[in-house]
């Protein structure tokens, strides 16, 4: 299952000094490679803006294509079931998973991710690809119905991932926090993808992509530096 | 019920240059004012490291009385209702959740600290004394069974609130996450404590204690200041 999957992840919507969407523009043209295709985009991640006006951004971000936000539909599901493509948007994870799960979207997206429809996931978007939520940045603002995600890739993404401590921040690094992860569920490797940084799955074959690489963790394993280009398909 | 309880929720378990729980040495003597009180700790938000060398940590910090952690017993709910005060370390707090819930603790510690025996937490334990795990900064490394918590006070605790938005961090302030959380639960009031604030609560008066102050999210209103020896009863 998933021979065919064709997945972009990507850690982030937008890097300093480019607009929406815009650093993945050579990996979107890959991802989506007729113009016009029709697009089911879901907004739930948004609490601090509207489904409307994300809608409106993300149409921007995809110009060559259609977009079609799934909150505008009383059946979401079946936008799922008639798109071309899927586009998840980032935002808080748990609002997101919640959603996933209330509107009966998890199954939906999964099955039609795996039999090989275009996948292009931002943020949180790209966090859901993986097995669970557990690799979020979010703050668990609800409480979803169950923590499990859409399972696209064996690895957990973790998004924005930050080297630095930042002065006067008191509470753990994010590597820390990874580490408390990893000591926890010795079998799950996560792949910290960097601000610009993404994951490009065509079939078996998953490669980073962008130019700030990854970092790897793994169990009692060191982590482990990942560079632009690198295929990570052992991953997947 | 409730009314004899006698509570101190702080922020962390020590701040820059003081000696573990020494900031709270005060509080602690408030709340713990026989020498040799028996005190059940609860060691479970330990992620990275044991849960020995977290209860010889907490001994020091609580030289005058007796500390005996839960996890050396088959059954930690025993110890819970035979012990003369209660302790709650922080660490992760998906961890602790998991494992208050898993050990069926999370009943036992709540009947006992409202019926008037001395609670102290700080960080992951101060969050847990809140209805709901929501307003946690930590990453969600397990799933607990319900992120319904021990609900000893109304408001959400944030531990470690943080002012600033920490330079080279591209994700959300810690004012930002917050208001995610107000705006999807606007019922719910949130008092984010800075490091070495705590809360004291005294039967049905709540006081704001510690030197740095708290900030305070409710609903759609802007969030307000909360200056050192405040009463914020209207937050239990």
């Keep these: ?122 943020s949180a978007g790209a966090n859901v690809s993986s097995p669970r939520l557990c690799t979020t940045n979010d703050m668990p603002i609800m409480e979803p119905a169950s923590f499990k995600t859409l399972g696209l890739i064996r690895a957990q993404i973790n998004p924005h991932y930050l080297d630095a401590h930042p002065e006067g921040h008191m509470g753990e690094t994010r590597e820390e926090r990874i580490l408390e992860f990893t000591i926890m569920n010795p079998q799950s490797p996560v792949i910290g993808l960097r601000e610009g940084a993404m994951l490009k799955v065509d079939g078996p074959v998953m490669t980073l992509e962008g130019r700030t690489g990854a970092r790897l963790f793994h169990g009692e394993s060191d982590p482990q530096e990942i560079d632009p280009g690198s295929d990570v398909s052992f991953l997947l």
Aim: glycine share 10%; proline share 3%; charged share 20%.
């Design 1 to 122: 299952m998933g021979a065919s999957r064709r997945l972009l992840l990507l850690s982030t919507s937008r890097t300093s000094g480019t607009s929406y969407l815009e650093h993945a523009s050579e990996q979107i043209d890959w991802l989506l490679p007729e113009k016009g295709t029709r697009i089911a985009f879901v907004p739930f991640a948004a609490v601090r803006f509207s489904y409307d006006d994300y809608e409106a951004m993300v149409v921007g971000g995809f110009s060559d294509h259609e977009v079609v936000s799934v909150h505008r539909f009383d059946d979401p599901v079946s936008v799922i079931l008639d798109a071309e493509a899927i586009a998840v948007g980032g935002g808080n994870t748990f609002k997101l998973v919640h959603d996933l799960h209330h509107f009966g979207l998890m199954d939906a997206i999964r099955a039609r991710a795996l039999s090989g429809i275009p996948f292009v996931g931002w």
